[in-house]
T-cell receptor
Framework: QKEVEQDPGPLSVPEGAIVSLNCTYS??????FMWYRQYSRKGPELLMY????GNKEDGRFTAQVDKSSKYISLFIRDSQPSDSATYLC??????????FGAGTTVTVRA | GAVVSQHPSWVICKSGTSVKIECRSL??????MFWYRQFPKQSLMLMAT?????????EQGVEKDKFLINHASLTLSTLTVTSAHPEDSSFYIC???????????FGPGTRLTVT
């Protein structure tokens, strides 16, 4: 079993729809949770960073963490074609090493 | 803020030669930098962790004599792929952790092709 599980998709939604992404994990020691966006042939861009259970909102993005269920989610409201990318969840304990999910490829259709 | 650059963005080299990739944090100090490798349509694989002024820590299965890492200052880390072979062709990405914080910021990546 992988430490971090993420459905690779692909996921295709119409413009304006809500994109829902999620990851599950097995290591209960994970304390820090991140979502990155990666465009083709580019480095990952940090979107959201959280370290507590609950919701965190930033513009059109909402990150949700449920430590009791070992489950994290990212929601993108009012999706745009420019949101088409691969979304990676990542998490770490205190030693700063990130464990990544496989990444979910998202396409937003105009 | 939190910009990380990499140089070069792509490089083609001949088998047997060495290639150096630079990773710089442009607007913050980074005590710790990380080097990743990414194959097409796959997630990032951590190769090594480098701390300023000390030896890098390599992940299991990564040859430290082949992938030389130097973290000489709080804003610069370098990865040298020595005696490169075609199987070393990949997308190499660095990240930098802002000193005192946990967030990692990634560079744009370097595409290495060994012919």
């Amino acid at each position: 079993q992988k430490e971090v599980e993420q459905d690779p998709g692909p996921l295709s939604v119409p413009e304006g729809a809500i994109v829902s992404l999620n990851c599950t994990y097995s290591n209960s020691a994970f304390q820090y949770f991140m979502w990155y966006r990666q465009y083709s042939r580019k480095g990952p861009e940090l979107l959201m960073y959280t370290y507590s259970s609950g919701n965190k909102e930033d513009g059109r993005f909402t990150a949700q963490v449920d430590k009791s269920s070992k489950y994290i989610s990212l929601f993108i409201r009012d999706s745009q074609p420019s949101d088409s990318a691969t979304y990676l969840c990542a998490m770490s304990v205190n030693d700063y090493k990130l464990s990544f999910g496989a990444g979910t490829t998202v396409t937003v259709r105009a | 803020g939190a910009v990380v650059s990499q140089h070069p963005s792509w490089v083609i080299c001949k088998s047997g030669t060495s290639v150096k990739i630079e990773c710089r944090s442009l607007d913050f100090q980074a005590t710790t930098m990380f080097w990743y490798r990414q194959f097409p349509k796959q997630s990032l694989m951590l190769m090594a962790t480098s701390n300023e002024g000390s030896k890098a820590t390599y992940e299991q299965g990564v040859e430290k004599d082949k992938f030389l890492i130097n973290h000489a200052s709080l804003t610069l880390s370098t990865l040298t792929v020595t005696s490169a072979h075609p199987e070393d062709s990949s997308f190499y990405i660095c990240s930098a952790r802002r000193t005192g914080r946990n967030e990692q910021y990634f560079g744009p990546g370097t595409r290495l092709t060994v012919t």
